[in-house]
């Protein structure tokens, strides 16, 4: 989605860049962090901290990797370790760190050594692919509501259509989205409706 400029612009630290970034990216980071925290102030408070750290590691972005990737993987780490966290200050047995969950599997990607690319990078690439796949009436929708975050009355007053087409279109990709990712990542079904929620 960035251009290589913007991601030069960002290791300069850019503070203009920055912030269209933060907006561009935040309705898709709150979904993702939904789907490992439900409190809306630490779903706040951990997306706050996911940019304190993209912003404090931004030497290290190379132009030739995803930022949306780059933001995912700090994220995840955040609410998997405030997760971690509040599982220990519950209980007083150990944790079992055998157990095998979707969420262990998240959290160990990153160093296993064995993937090129992060899960997230994966994901965000197929799920661009399919949106840029979508007939492309329903793709300027999907874009416009829900990459961009725009309101759908306002959305279809610009495109002079109804807000109930509108409805439609949103619906309709999302259903051909769906279809496409979970045949790649039949396994990680959660991820794929998270990233359509919003």
Not at 28 to 41: E, H, I, Q, S, T
Not at 47 to 58: A, D, P, S
Not at 84 to 93: F, G, I, P, Y
Request: charged share 35%; net charge neutral; aromatic share 10%.
């Amino acid at each position: 989605m960035f251009d290589i400029q913007t991601k030069v612009q960002l290791k300069k630290g850019n503070p203009s860049v920055f912030k269209d970034v933060f907006q561009i990216l935040y309705p898709r980071l709150k979904g993702y962090c939904k789907l490992f925290v439900a409190d809306d102030n630490k779903v706040e408070d951990l997306i706050q901290e996911t940019f304190i750290t993209f912003w404090e590691k931004r030497h290290s972005i190379k132009t030739d990797r995803s930022i949306e990737s780059y933001l995912f993987v700090i994220l995840r780490n955040n609410c998997l370790n405030f997760l971690r966290n509040e599982k220990l200050e519950k209980t007083t047995s150990s944790v079992d760190i055998e157990e095998v969950s979707e969420l262990q599997y998240l959290y160990q990607i990153d160093f296993l050594g064995k993937e090129e690319k992060s899960l997230e990078e994966q994901l965000v690439e197929s799920f661009q692919v399919a949106v840029d796949e979508l007939p492309d009436k329903m793709k300027q929708v999907f874009k416009l509501c829900k990459i961009e975050g725009r309101k759908q009355k306002e959305v279809a007053e610009e495109m002079g259509i109804s807000i109930k087409m509108v409805e439609k279109h949103i619906a309709k990709a999302k259903e051909q989205i769906r279809k496409k990712l979970v045949d790649q990542y039949p396994t990680l079904i959660i991820l794929v409706t998270m990233l359509l929620e919003k």
